[in-house]
């Protein structure tokens, strides 16, 4: 089974769900005078469910044929692109949403720059420090002081 | 029109908003530049800054810079290095790389800014004209109305964005409105399918939906695949000027590409993509015979004709979204929700309550498309600088800019992991050829076509609206013909390629 079908099984799931919620678990707390109006707030989620459930399932069964083209990146054949740059480089952006708020954005910034071209392959650590941390300070800045929204600048042991 | 087009120059004109067009444009060419991020990208990206303004007129002036600024970016590293930012520039690289190769470079940039200058400027005359009527039209719609318009022009996406898989377009629209039912909706004040969780109680937020449906997959993709078109280049670009005989024969294609490439870019779902290779195909069909033979080898014309109608249907794509409030395309939705986000409702009342908006907008895009000719086009060889930053440093910077994209908009480090959640998703689906430009329309739309449809019911206790008014049922089929024919035609052709007689 192509890549395209197994996602249609996934979305077939997720009609499922969506529409188990819909048809059977949003109109029990709804108030009595409300049940009295055309429209319930269930009534749109119900009708997608069911269109969304009819589309994955043509998908599914392959009922419209298409010639299948291959995509700029063939999955097939993941493995001879570069997949471990790109999760590393996934992780990287999950460990720097975890630490943005406690370790500050001067630092977890900083180190994501140096970190993410040190995935990449990049080995000039003085231009690499000197760029994140130069990148890092002017967006500090204009975020802070030009648009006005808060960004810790420093980890919060320390005060920042 | 006079009293308007005064109110919008005299908006455009104040220095702070001129100060939003250049420095939209250089922003939106020094990132179309860069291969991979195209306009969807760089207006998400821009977004939380254009919000920060505050003043909406000044926002869409900037975003709209941007839009231009990117497109005339993605032309120019297409015609240097045959590898465009952008979708809608690739037919542009058929005859511009092949005049770059030919050491022409410095004239085939020319012409690519004469014929984008020109598309874009009788772009915005055309808006001028036909935005009023239509609005004018749109006023007599009434919430039904509405709700099936947004229908026909979400089918209309689906049947033009997915060739030949309307059931994929179809389900990721279906997707994307399943999405804005997450969260609270403003009809009911009822939190729906938020699982219990917090976080989600306002929704997924769209700035972070629109930055891992487009910035992070391209981001991703880059990574995944190294474009190698680098340093073919040796940075020199001179000779700027075109002869008399070159611009008698390209001012015809540019004439008729103008008026093309709007029309086409009105038709929600076709856009400067279509707009630009319809352009191209049918220039070739129409040129004299030894002027085919060129097509493809360093053909003026060919490099004209695309670059005029891809300009032309950009501005084309604002009528849908400045008249009915409803996108055509995936830029225009993200500017959408960019103008929602700033408290303006686009749609016929637009031009009524705030006509400084809608004017100074226009007016901006003539400003724009100046400022693209006369000062980025001097500066293209500094800027083509960019395409020397090695991607060692590019691609963290980029997926920087899409995760503060995300964190500034909401202000939540949730916001993030979804992001990155969303980011994969969306690049799975790319794998799968699902076309995303869809589900961030439905997304957006999603919330609209509830309130319509959900005012419609009350108002006719039931479904009644759909027979009791013809003008929506009229716009219903319509929509089903648009879902339907596509799919209708291709099994009909494939029904005769494999020698099965079918009735007519």
């Given at each position: 089974?192509?890549?395209?079908?197994?996602?249609?099984?996934?979305?077939?799931?997720?009609?499922?769900?969506?529409?188990?919620?819909?048809?059977?678990?949003?109109?029990?707390?709804?108030?009595?005078?409300?049940?009295?109006?055309?429209?319930w707030?269930?009534?749109?989620?119900?009708?997608?469910?069911?269109?969304?459930?009819?589309?994955?399932?043509?998908?599914?069964?392959?009922?419209?044929?298409?010639?299948?083209?291959?995509?700029?990146?063939?999955?097939?054949?993941?493995?001879?692109?570069?997949?471990?740059?790109?999760?590393?480089?996934?992780?990287?952006?999950?460990?720097?949403?975890?630490?943005?708020?406690?370790?500050?954005?001067?630092?977890s910034?900083?180190?994501?720059?140096?970190?993410?071209?040190?995935?990449?392959?990049?080995?000039?650590?003085?231009?690499?420090?000197?760029?994140?941390?130069?990148?890092?300070?002017?967006?500090?800045?204009?975020?802070?002081?030009?648009?006005?929204?808060?960004?810790?600048?420093?980890?919060?042991?320390?005060?920042? | 029109?006079?009293?308007?087009?005064?109110i919008?120059?005299?908006?455009?004109?104040?220095?702070?908003?001129?100060?939003?067009?250049?420095?939209?444009?250089?922003?939106?060419?020094?990132?179309?530049?860069?291969?991979?991020?195209?306009?969807?990208s760089?207006?998400?990206?821009?977004?939380?800054?254009?919000?920060?303004?505050?003043?909406?007129?000044?926002?869409?002036?900037?975003?709209?810079?941007?839009?231009?600024?990117?497109?005339?970016?993605g032309?120019?590293?297409?015609?240097?290095?045959?590898?465009?930012?952008?979708?809608?520039?690739?037919?542009?690289?058929?005859?511009?790389?092949?005049?770059?190769?030919?050491?022409?470079?410095?004239?085939?940039?020319t012409?690519?800014?004469?014929?984008?200058?020109?598309?874009?400027?009788?772009?915005?005359?055309?808006?001028?004209?036909?935005?009023?009527?239509?609005?004018?039209?749109a006023?007599?719609?009434?919430?039904?109305?509405?709700?099936?318009?947004?229908?026909v022009?979400?089918?209309?996406?689906?049947?033009?964005?997915?060739?030949?898989?309307?059931?994929?377009?179809?389900?990721?629209?279906?997707?994307?409105?399943i999405?804005?039912t997450?969260?609270?909706?403003?009809?009911?004040?009822?939190?729906?399918?938020?699982?219990?969780?917090?976080?989600?109680?306002?929704?997924?937020?769209?700035?972070?939906?629109?930055?891992?449906?487009?910035?992070?997959p391209?981001?991703?993709?880059?990574?995944?695949?190294?474009?190698?078109?680098?340093?073919?280049?040796?940075?020199?670009?001179?000779?700027l000027?075109?002869?008399?005989?070159?611009?008698?024969?390209?001012?015809?294609?540019?004439?008729?590409?103008?008026?093309?490439?709007?029309?086409?870019?009105?038709?929600?779902?076709?856009?400067?993509?279509?707009?630009?290779?319809?352009?191209?195909?049918?220039?070739?069909?129409?040129?004299?015979?030894?002027?085919?033979?060129?097509?493809?080898?360093?053909?003026?014309?060919?490099?004209?004709?695309?670059?005029?109608?891809?300009?032309?249907?950009?501005?084309g794509?604002?009528?849908p979204?400045?008249?009915?409030?409803?996108?055509g395309?995936?830029?225009?939705?993200?500017?959408?929700?960019?103008?929602?986000?700033?408290?303006?409702?686009?749609?016929?009342?637009?031009?009524?309550?705030?006509?400084?908006?809608?004017?100074?907008?226009?007016?901006?895009m003539?400003?724009?498309?100046?400022?693209?000719?006369?000062?980025?086009?001097?500066?293209?060889?500094?800027?083509?600088?960019?395409?020397?930053?090695?991607?060692?440093?590019?691609?963290?910077?980029?997926?920087?800019?899409?995760?503060?994209?995300?964190?500034?908009?909401?202000?939540?480090?949730?916001?993030?992991?979804?992001?990155?959640?969303?980011?994969?998703?969306?690049?799975?689906?790319?794998?799968?050829?699902?076309?995303?430009?869809?589900?961030?329309?439905?997304?957006?739309?999603?919330?609209?076509?509830?309130?319509?449809?959900?005012?419609?019911m009350?108002?006719?206790?039931?479904?009644?609206?759909?027979?009791?008014?013809?003008?929506?049922?009229?716009?219903?089929?319509?929509?089903?013909?648009?879902?339907?024919?596509?799919?209708?035609?291709?099994?009909?052709?494939?029904l005769?390629?494999?020698?099965?007689?079918?009735?007519?």
């Open positions: 089974m192509a890549l395209d079908r197994w996602i249609a099984l996934i979305l077939v799931g997720i009609c499922l769900a969506y529409g188990y919620a819909a048809w059977f678990t949003m109109d029990g707390g709804l108030a009595p005078f409300m049940k009295r109006n055309p429209i707030p269930s009534t749109f989620p119900k009708v997608l469910s069911v269109i969304g459930l009819l589309l994955s399932l043509v998908i599914l069964l392959g009922l419209e044929k298409s010639e299948l083209k291959v995509a700029e990146i063939d999955y097939r054949r993941l493995g001879e692109y570069k997949l471990g740059q790109a999760l590393m480089l996934l992780a990287l952006m999950v460990a720097y949403a975890l630490c943005l708020r406690p370790m500050g954005f001067i630092f910034t900083g180190a994501f720059l140096i970190l993410g071209s040190f995935i990449l392959g990049e080995r000039k650590w003085l231009v690499m420090v000197s760029v994140s941390l130069i990148a890092t300070l002017i967006v500090w800045y204009l975020v802070q002081q030009v648009l006005g929204i808060y960004l810790r600048p420093l980890p919060g042991f320390i005060g920042g | 029109m006079l009293e308007g087009l005064l919008g120059l005299q908006t455009a004109l104040s220095l702070q908003n001129l100060l939003m067009v250049i420095g939209g444009c250089l922003i939106g060419t020094f990132i179309g530049m860069l291969p991979g991020l195209g306009p969807m760089i207006i998400a990206i821009m977004i939380p800054v254009a919000i920060s303004i505050g003043d909406p007129s000044a926002a869409l002036i900037l975003l709209a810079g941007v839009y231009y600024g990117a497109i005339f970016g032309s120019t590293s297409s015609i240097l290095l045959n590898a465009p930012g952008v979708a809608g520039t690739v037919a542009s690289s058929f005859d511009g790389y092949p005049m770059a190769k030919q050491g022409k470079a410095g004239k085939a940039l012409i690519a800014a004469i014929a984008s200058f020109a598309g874009g400027s009788i772009g915005a005359l055309l808006l001028m004209v036909f935005a009023p009527a239509l609005s004018s039209v006023l007599l719609f009434h919430s039904a109305e509405y709700f099936a318009l947004m229908v022009g979400l089918s209309a996406i689906a049947a033009f964005a997915g060739t030949g898989q309307v059931a994929k377009a179809l389900i990721m629209t279906i997707l994307g409105l999405m804005a997450v969260g609270e909706g403003a009809l009911f004040n009822l939190p729906r399918f938020t699982m219990g969780i917090m976080d989600l109680q306002s929704g997924f937020g769209f700035v972070t939906l629109a930055m891992a449906m487009f910035a992070l391209e981001a991703l993709f880059l990574v995944l695949k190294p474009k190698t078109a680098q340093a073919e280049q040796d940075g020199e670009i001179k000779d000027r075109i002869t008399k005989a070159e611009a008698k024969a390209i001012a015809p294609v540019i004439g008729r590409q103008s008026f093309q490439g709007f029309f086409i870019g009105v038709l929600p779902g076709a856009g400067a993509t279509i707009a630009s290779f319809l352009g191209y195909a049918v220039e070739r069909n129409i040129a004299t015979k030894e002027e085919q033979e060129e097509f493809g080898k360093g053909s003026i014309k060919g490099l004209a004709a695309p670059e005029t109608a891809n300009n032309a249907a950009c501005t794509s604002f009528v979204l400045l008249t009915l409030g409803i996108p395309s995936g830029t225009t939705a993200i500017l959408l929700g960019a103008l929602i986000a700033l408290n303006v409702t686009p749609g016929p009342r637009l031009m009524i309550d705030e006509p400084q908006i809608f004017w100074a907008v226009i007016m901006s003539f400003i724009g498309n100046l400022v693209l000719l006369i000062l980025n086009l001097p500066l293209i060889p500094y800027i083509a600088k960019v395409l020397s930053i090695p991607r060692n440093y590019l691609i963290p910077f980029i997926l920087f800019f899409t995760l503060m994209g995300a964190y500034i908009g909401q202000n939540n480090a949730t916001e993030l992991l979804l992001l990155v959640g969303f980011g994969v998703c969306a690049t799975a689906l790319r794998f799968a050829d699902y076309p995303l430009a869809p589900l961030l329309i439905g997304f957006i739309l999603g919330g609209m076509l509830e309130d319509n449809f959900a005012r419609s009350q108002l006719y206790d039931g479904v009644g609206f759909i027979w009791e008014r013809p003008m929506t049922l009229g716009l219903l089929v319509i929509a089903g013909l648009l879902v339907v024919l596509p799919s209708y035609r291709a099994r009909r052709a494939r005769r390629a494999e020698g099965v007689a079918d009735g007519d």
